[in-house]
């Protein structure tokens, strides 16, 4: 596989037609128009993140200190979170669960870090460079996904295989996956950057190559599988995942498909008539987790978009609804009211707001503008009050 993708990446490279630059797929238009009013505070925050991100000496895969079970350090390499050393056991194998409880030991010598840092620094460089056409922004962005994605030397292989390693459990589970949803952040950056020279037709022609191997890799491989038949965030990130890909690449009927199946899969089944989510809220971290899902079932609303389905309106004959779901946890938005449940960790309740503010762009409800109303100070859902960039 390795030969065949450097191959292709090739013969993309010397190929006549290069690919046709697109624009962002999640980043709401208004929020780039030319005309919008912009909010001064963040637009200083997103130039200050992407003068930091200037700095930042490209990772590559290579820098990591540990070695994934291929053998082949070009091989992505992260270790499940919530697992920690037995004590009773000798080296502590194998490791054992403790959910919520992130292992700090569990980043060190893989490529977690880095593989998020560079993808978060594309899109801040991205939006940082449609807003200024400041060329040292695209300049670093396309310098950052050349040495990660494209340079045969530095690249990463197109596979999470040795995603969430469990030392003596696992060399990689399809959890793992959930790791890839930065692959959007990098994507939508790129976006940006079609009138640079700095980002041309033949990289983006060699990042379609990339992302059409790992696209693959996602729905053919057993970790893929597995992660989608998985039924609570994790199989959502998954949807979410796939149906991006299949967008960028120009697959819509792949897209639709997933989508469409989404609807029973993800939203039916996992966000009960009042609004809660069990499997999440069953969690150590419920609230946060809670948010999560959220955050992914509304990016498949989003995606859902552009290929003619209606999430935002949708609701099974029992009443399930992404309205419902959004309502259920909007109120906790104030942080002075009290979620049921003992968390080992509070959730940032501050990402129920850019939530709130997508979803009535797209359906009014007289409750949820009261309440992002008080949440956010404002009662716009202009560009003004969205974040730039994804949760």
Same mark, same amino acid.
Request: aromatic fraction near 8%.
């Given at each position: 596989?390795?030969?065949?993708?450097?191959?292709?990446?090739?013969?993309?490279?010397?190929?006549?037609?290069?690919?046709?630059?697109?624009?962002?797929?999640?980043?709401?238009?208004?929020?780039?128009?030319?005309?919008?009013?912009?909010?001064?505070?963040?637009?200083?925050?997103?130039?200050?993140?992407?003068?930091?991100?200037?700095?930042?000496?490209?990772?590559?895969?290579?820098?990591?200190?540990?070695?994934?079970?291929?053998?082949?350090?070009?091989?992505?390499?992260?270790?499940?979170?919530?697992?920690?050393?037995?004590?009773?056991?000798?080296?502590?194998?194998?490791?054992?669960?403790?959910?919520?409880?992130?292992?700090?030991?569990?980043?060190?010598?893989?490529?977690?870090?880095?593989?998020?840092?560079?993808?978060?620094?594309?899109?801040?460089?991205?939006?940082?460079?449609?807003?200024?056409?400041?060329?040292?922004?695209?300049?670093?962005?396309?310098?950052?996904?050349?040495?990660?994605?494209?340079?045969?030397?530095?690249? $990463?292989?197109?596979?999470?295989?040795?995603?969430?390693?469990?030392?003596?459990?696992?060399?990689?589970?399809? =959890?793992?996956?959930?790791?890839?949803?930065?692959?959007?952040?990098?994507?939508?950056?790129?976006?940006?950057?079609?009138?640079?020279?700095?980002?041309?037709?033949?990289?983006?022609?060699?990042?379609?190559?990339?992302?059409?191997?790992?696209?693959?890799?996602?729905?053919?491989?057993?970790?893929?599988?597995?992660?989608?038949?998985?039924?609570?965030?994790?199989?959502?990130?998954?949807?979410?995942? !796939?149906?991006?890909?299949?967008?960028?690449?120009?697959?819509?009927?792949?897209?639709?498909?997933?989508?469409?199946?989404?609807?029973?899969?993800?939203?039916?089944?996992?966000?009960?008539?009042?609004?809660?989510?069990? $499997?999440?809220?069953?969690?150590?971290?419920?609230?946060?987790?809670? =948010?999560?899902?959220?955050?992914?079932?509304?990016?498949?609303?989003?995606?859902?978009?552009?290929?003619?389905?209606?999430?935002?309106?949708?609701?099974?004959?029992?009443?399930?609804?992404?309205?419902?779901?959004?309502?259920?946890?909007?109120?906790?938005?104030?942080?002075?009211?009290?979620?049921?449940?003992?968390?080992?960790?509070?959730?940032?309740?501050?990402?129920?707001?850019?939530?709130?503010?997508?979803?009535?762009?797209?359906?009014?409800?007289?409750?949820?503008? !009261?309440?992002?109303?008080?949440?956010?100070?404002?009662?716009?859902?202009?560009?003004?009050?969205?974040?730039?960039?994804?949760?």
């Amino acid at each position: 596989m390795r030969v065949l993708i450097c191959l292709l990446l090739t013969a993309a490279l010397i190929a006549p037609a290069a690919a046709q630059a697109r624009p962002p797929l999640l980043i709401p238009a208004a929020a780039l128009s030319a005309s919008a009013p912009r909010d001064a505070a963040t637009q200083a925050a997103l130039i200050a993140r992407a003068d930091a991100a200037l700095a930042i000496k490209p990772p590559s895969v290579l820098d990591k200190t540990l070695t994934p079970a291929s053998g082949d350090k070009q091989d992505f390499l992260s270790f499940g979170p919530y697992w920690w050393p037995d004590p009773g056991k000798p080296g502590g194998l194998p490791y054992i669960r403790r959910d919520g409880m992130r292992n700090p030991a569990f980043v060190e010598g893989s490529d977690g870090p880095a593989f998020a840092k560079v993808c978060a620094a594309v899109e801040t460089l991205g939006l940082a460079y449609w807003f200024t056409r400041d060329e040292r922004y695209a300049a670093k962005a396309a310098a950052l996904t050349r040495v990660w994605f494209l340079d045969a030397r530095s690249r $990463m292989n197109p596979n999470f295989q040795h995603a969430q390693a469990i030392p003596g459990i696992s060399e990689g589970r399809g =959890i793992g996956i959930i790791e890839a949803r930065w692959l959007i952040n990098l994507n939508e950056g790129l976006a940006l950057l079609s009138a640079s020279p700095a980002w041309t037709g033949a990289d983006r022609q060699a990042l379609q190559v990339w992302m059409s191997a790992f696209y693959g890799w996602l729905r053919d491989s057993a970790n893929g599988r597995d992660e989608k038949r998985e039924l609570n965030n994790h199989g959502t990130w998954y949807d979410a995942q !796939v149906a991006y890909l299949a967008l960028l690449l120009n697959r819509p009927e792949d897209a639709k498909e997933i989508l469409r199946e989404g609807l029973t899969r993800r939203l039916i089944a996992q966000v009960e008539a009042d609004g809660s989510q069990p $499997m999440e809220m069953s969690r150590t971290r419920s609230l946060d987790y809670a =948010i999560f899902n959220l955050e992914a079932l509304m990016l498949c609303a989003q995606l859902a978009d552009h290929v003619g389905l209606d999430w935002w309106n949708f609701a099974s004959p029992d009443g399930r609804s992404l309205l419902g779901a959004l309502a259920y946890l909007a109120p906790f938005a104030d942080p002075a009211r009290p979620w049921p449940k003992p968390d080992v960790q509070a959730a940032d309740r501050r990402r129920l707001i850019p939530l709130l503010a997508l979803f009535l762009q797209h359906r009014e409800d007289a409750t949820l503008r !009261v309440i992002f109303s008080r949440a956010s100070g404002t009662g716009s859902t202009d560009s003004k009050v969205l974040p730039f960039g994804l949760p």
